[in-house]
């Protein structure tokens, strides 16, 4: 049975119930009056309003890029998924041709930022207010949740478009000078979210009152963990950093451990278990999530139109090598297609697989849940960090805790025989744990594996007989700043930074 659901819910009942009025998410220039959020109610409206990027209403524009892009992204653009749909830019993505005019593009650069200007009205705003009834605590509590949210906002800028402009504080100008921003380095915007997170793990609580609010906004264990992704996925890593956030989380109150069973963590029914750290929280019918509808079968979706995303022939026999049969029978179910895929037999009626972490379709509007941080992951990151330090055996210990939770044996001996073995052994087990969660692409960079992995990808268009050529390259490792971006300012310039 499912514990209460949507942050929404959450922070109106426990914080100020008389507040139940929402902010929609406006372009930046249009959230910087210096007479908005002058109350605890507008504050706290305004938070509400920076957390519904991560769910909230089916209506809500902005919640698509973590809701589904982030997945189109992270593993069909990488070797775990194919396009599908009928969505030339979707396609785009898949086979490595993204150019700045693709509109996805253009929608989360300016809904990511979006959030970002709310967040920095918040964080300019509430030091501000003066009311009795504005506890301290709360203050800075409130504070540390903004400069979270800042802080992951910028994480999946950085990490799709490397450097990128720093914004910091209201805009309340439309002059040119004052919008027309320069492009940061990825040194600089990482050094930007290290320094919100340091701000978040002061002021954040371990737990709230609920377990549903722990999960559903974030905690000191969701900024320690996404503070151990930055300071790995940052140009020049900092292993001791990422394991020092990680053991931080680990003493964490909130008791974070692997639930024994796998299956229990997308069953459907164990939201905001053990293992969550955060989860995009959904309710179902207007606060429902539409990834179930775009991947699973027809006997679970109720439609017959091809799916947006497939499995690929890649990462279904990396399950099968490995003889990982709980964690493939968790992520994929195999259902025949009443169309043709040109990867899975290329004939109506062929068996296919599909994404199958998440249950149920609803009718675009599912209750499911999808997690933004989990346990599992931090485990490996552990691991990663260790290895990067000079201690592989204490990696392949924490690797080993992953493996056996789903009946497989310990790493063989070769997997400990060098860093180099390890950080592949680590780099294949998270491809298998995380698959469809959105890591893929960030780990394949990380390990400076994208390249070469993209480029000995054999997969066979069974429409020609003919491998799919990737033709990857240093400059396809970010996706270009938006053409309407450079259309409105000059300053701005393509290329990794």
């Given amino acids: 049975m499912k514990i209460n659901k949507f942050i929404l819910t959450v922070v109106l009942a426990v914080v100020f119930t008389a507040c139940d009025d929402r902010l929609d998410l406006l372009p930046i220039s249009a959230e910087s009056s210096s007479t908005a959020f002058t109350t605890p109610n507008q504050i706290e409206a305004a938070l509400i309003g920076a957390y519904e990027a991560f769910g909230g209403s089916t209506e809500n524009f902005y919640n698509e890029y973590y809701q589904w892009d982030v997945l189109n992204f992270q593993e069909t653009r990488a070797d775990n998924c194919y396009a599908g749909g009928d969505t030339p830019e979707l396609f785009a993505i898949d086979f ?30 509430a030091p501000l207010i003066e009311d009795e009834e504005f506890q301290e605590s709360r203050r800075d509590e409130l504070m540390g949740e903004a400069y979270f949210l800042r802080a992951y906002h910028y994480y999946h800028l950085v990490t799709m478009w490397s450097g990128v402009p720093i914004i910091t504080s209201a805009t309340v100008s439309t002059e040119p000078e004052d919008i027309h921003l320069f492009r940061s ?4 915007v990482y050094a930007q979210i290290m320094a919100d997170l340091e701000l978040a793990i002061a002021n954040l609580p371990q737990q709230y009152s609920s377990v549903a609010e722990t999960k559903s906004r974030a905690t000191f264990g969701a900024a320690n963990a ?120 290329n004939a109506i009626n062929s068996t296919i697989p599909f994404v199958y972490k998440w ?45 056996n939770r789903v009946n497989l044996a310990d790493l063989p001996a070769s997997a400990t025989a060098s860093q180099a073995a390890m950080r592949q052994a680590i780099l294949d087990e998270r491809r298998l744990e995380l698959a469809f969660e959105g890591e893929r692409w960030n780990d394949l960079v990380r390990n400076n594996a994208i390249i070469s992995t993209m480029n000995s990808l054999r997969e066979i ?20 700043i938006p053409q309407t971006e450079m259309d409105l300012n000059p300053n701005l310039e393509q290329g990794r930074m």
Wanted: proline fraction near 4%; aromatic fraction near 10%.
């Fill in 359 to 403: 249950k149920t379709a609803g009718g675009w509007a599912s209750d499911n849940n999808n997690y933004l941080f989990r346990y599992a992951d931090m485990v490996l990151l552990k691991a990663e960090a260790l290895n990067g330090l000079g201690s592989i055996n204490e990696a392949a210990a924490e690797v080993n805790r992953v493996r």
């Fill in 185 to 188: 380095t990825s040194d600089e």
């Fill in 461 to 480: 268009d069974l429409r020609t007989s003919d491998p799919v050529e990737y033709n990857m390259t240093e400059d396809k490792i970010y996706v270009p």
């Fill in 96 to 125: 490595l041709n993204i150019v700045s005019t693709n509109t996805r593009l253009t929608w989360h650069w300016g809904a990511l930022y979006s959030v970002i200007g709310k967040v920095n009205n918040i964080l300019e705003r």
């Fill in 226 to 345: 996404l503070a151990a992704k930055a300071s790995l996925q940052k140009p020049t890593p900092d292993y001791q950093a990422a394991l020092s956030y990680i053991n931080a989380l680990e003493s964490s109150s909130a008791g974070y451990r692997l639930l024994d069973n796998y299956n229990e963590l997308f069953d459907g029914n164990s939201e905001n278990n053990a293992e969550s750290i955060m989860e995009m929280q959904f309710t179902g019918g207007t606060e429902g999530s539409f990834r179930g509808q775009l991947t699973l079968p027809p006997s679970l979706s109720g439609d017959q139109w091809r799916k947006f995303m497939t499995p690929s022939q890649d990462l279904i026999a990396a399950y099968q090598r490995e003889g990982d049969n709980v964690r493939l029978n968790a992520s994929v179910i195999f259902e025949s297609a009443p169309w043709i895929d040109e990867y899975w037999g």
